[in-house]
């Protein structure tokens, strides 16, 4: 059955391939080939963060048979490994899932997009906020490459015996970084015009890149180019106005001075930059690497940003924390058995 799956979706992905080059031959000119090419892509990009139950052998033809998949916890690679994945969670473990495309951008072969997500799994219901990156393989509309950012504390905090872990957890690490925060511990811390469009966009990507990029030596650098109504969001904390942004940069510094974070991918699309990333460190004295994704948006026709969101996992940085560690990795575990279908996992008696 398997080997019927994967020859149907090789098959399907020929079609799709000849279907993008026949273009070339149907259409009169390039830059009509490169619109209807750019409007098809912007399409199988949201048809593949919405599918719903029902939908799996729908968009299955849209990834390669070399398909490689990353989130928080699960890599998958191939199409085969990649169609058990798909059947698990969403036919099996999540059948009322529902995701929304909130922001999106697409340059060349690389469409990026943030979503809110609802349903429940395995019975349990949550919501979660993330984004998403997919890769295209030059002129066809087949994704080679998908990496989804989200934190999976947004489920552990809706499961019994975890959801206490991560509520300590989250208030923890507001009590260090948030000025805002009413904080139920001791203190770990304390750390008291349009331009032209070509200028623009090199001070765009230079502002974007920059607050993404932020390190104990530069971080005051940044903010200069935060607006008056200016927002922050990350898995955990919500910032409000460049004032208490300020003083929680200072914090999270102060806290974590080796941190660093390198950008990978970046696009930059109507005053909307997104980049993925790594950031490596330690927080409080705990190692840490971890992949994530932001969004920052800037001002119409301006380099101040009046919003910016850091998608991570927070598991990445509880497990540098021994008595952290098991409970994540006991979590990755149960998500891995329930929706990885190469994951050895034993069954039950």
């Known amino acids: 059955m398997r080997k019927m799956i994967k020859a149907f ?29 750019h409007e098809k892509r912007l399409e199988v990009g949201r048809a593949l963060l919405e599918v719903t139950s029902g939908g799996v052998d729908d968009v299955l033809p849209y990834y390669s048979h070399d ?39 697409l340059i060349d072969d690389i469409y990026s997009a943030t979503w809110i997500m609802d349903g429940s799994f395995n ?33 552990m905090a809706t499961i019994d015996g975890m959801d206490d872990l991560m509520a300590v957890f989250r208030a923890q690490y507001r009590c260090v970084v948030d000025p805002t925060f009413d904080c139920p511990f001791p203190p770990v811390s304390a750390v008291n015009q349009l331009k032209s469009s070509k200028k623009l966009l090199k001070e765009q ?37 460049p004032e208490t942004m300020t003083q929680f940069l200072a914090r999270l510094f102060a806290g974590s001075s080796n941190l660093y974070t390198i950008v990978e991918d970046e696009t930059l699309v ?36 009046y919003y910016s969101r850091d998608y991570y996992s927070e598991g990445d940085i509880m497990l540098g924390i021994p008595e952290l560690a098991e409970a994540v990795m006991g979590f990755r575990y149960y998500y891995l058995c329930a929706v990885d279908p190469q994951y050895d996992c034993p069954t039950a008696p």
């Open 205 to 241: 990507l230079s502002v974007g890149r920059q607050l993404v990029e932020m390190h104990a030596g530069n971080w005051t650098e940044v903010l200069p180019f935060l607006s008056d109504n200016y927002e922050y969001h990350d898995p955990i904390v919500d910032i409000v106005g």
């Open 123 to 155: 019975g349990i219901p949550y919501e979660a906020k993330g984004i998403s990156i997919f890769k295209f393989k030059p002129n066809t509309f087949q994704v080679y490459y998908q990496r989804d950012y989200y934190s999976e504390g947004d489920i």
């Open 9 to 37: 979706t090789m098959l399907a992905g020929i079609v799709l391939m000849t279907q993008a080059c026949s273009y070339i031959d149907k259409i009169g000119g390039k830059a009509d080939l490169l619109d209807r090419l």
């Open 270 to 305: 109507d005053d909307i930059y997104m980049a993925t990333w790594t950031m490596t460190g330690s927080f409080n004295g705990a190692e840490f690497s971890a992949p994530g994704m932001s969004i920052v948006k800037f001002v119409d026709g301006t380099s101040d940003v």
């Open 67 to 105: 398909i490689e998949y990353h989130d928080p916890i699960v890599d998958i690679y191939g199409i085969e490994h990649m169609t058990g994945f798909l059947n698990q969670l969403i036919e099996d473990s999540s059948p009322d899932l529902r995701t929304i495309v909130v922001d999106e951008t």
